[in-house]
């Protein structure tokens, strides 16, 4: 599938919603699995990645009841309760699906492979495949890009208990943080993790909301199963709206002159904002509103008005906070006066794709001027003078995709952005979204 964009003629207005956010998604399903009956789930994303960590819950026997699109019931019967599957679990294009799902699996008796689609195959998975490994798992990848480096297929071999540890984390990342901490529901001693940086805690917080004995101290968390009966709790959950979907929309408003949209509904955490604390350091004119708290997370509504923007600097923790953003601040920059700076980003190199060459590639091709680093990426502002015609490649990862189109909004003529069919995992309504705001683009 690709999209074909045109210029905005007009601003960008309205109120919108974005689906669900991904990262609860997968947990509250995930969690609702190893819980003790039925959790209820409303407000899913309805994208793939979301639906790849049911389909594989239900291949280890949960029994999950879809009630639409959005909703289902999650009958959990704890972690005992979960068998191996004969067949490879196939994870898709997510990779939050296959490490949590590895932390998972470390602990559930049995061989268990784990299988993604051509994307997934060429990411890391050595960061969990080591600390897993060290708790007791076997884990097995396939060689490639890296040498040393792990990659799927990953068999592991569950065993009960793991062994507890403390395991210090090269990289701040959520996904890693999570799967140890999964690992951790099924080892006989303390789990402790600790972090550089700020990643995402959702993991921490869900945990704790079901009566698992989890503390937090600055950037280490400790689970320590002494004196805990193993016990989950079920409960119910209402998905707040996925923040890094609101970005493309809030970068729009931000960047196409006239604009003012209402974003209702947004998840807040202070660990998924930095894309609005790097908005606002750009000079955008961002305002909170409604705000209140929903299932122990922080929500509210963003409303967003255009305005000129300045060059800035992203990097160290705002990095953490804003990671799956950065191609789309990338595009702020881009239509920004002065040379905007993202550093300490090395991680975007193993996302859905290389995202420092692939967001580098993307801007060129719309004619900005925009060149790698070995951490990240400089980005020359054209301030008021509108971006080039072209037809970007997105490299099957639906956040170029999307950055894209955004950024095709201040073109000169129409553009065409390829290998977009990936946007469906995170955001399937993205297109209609994009239209009832005001924008002409169109899938084909
Ligand atoms: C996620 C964590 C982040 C993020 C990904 C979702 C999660 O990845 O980029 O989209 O839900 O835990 P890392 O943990 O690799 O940084």
New binding site residues.
Partial sequence: MRLEVRPAVGPMRGRARVPGD??IG??AVLFGALGQGCSHVRGLSGGEDNARTVALLEALGVRIVRLDAHALDVHGAGLEALRASERPLECGNS??TM??CAGLLAGVPGRHVLVGDAYLHRRPMRRVAAPLGAMGAVLGGAPGGKPGEVYPPLSIEGRRPLAGGHHVCE????????AILLAGLAADGPVTVSEPGP??D??ERMLRARGVPLSVQGLTVTLDPRGWDGRIAALDVAVPGDP?SAAFLAVAAAIVPGSEVRIDGILLNPTRTGFLDALCAMGADVVIDDRRDVGGEPVGALVVRARELQATTIAGELV?RA??ELPVLAVAAACAEGTTVIRDAS?LR??ESDRVATTVRMLRTLGVCAEERPDGLVIEGRAGRPLGVGRVDSAGDHRIAMAGAIAALLSDGPCEIDDADNVRTSFPSFVATMRALGADLEER
């Avoid at 701040?172 to 943080?177: C, E, F, L, M, N």
């Fill in positions: 991904k990262s997968h947990r990779g939050t490490r949590l990289v701040a990342s959520a996904q890693v943080k999570s990643s995402r959702h993991t890094s953490v990671l799956d991680e193993v996302k």
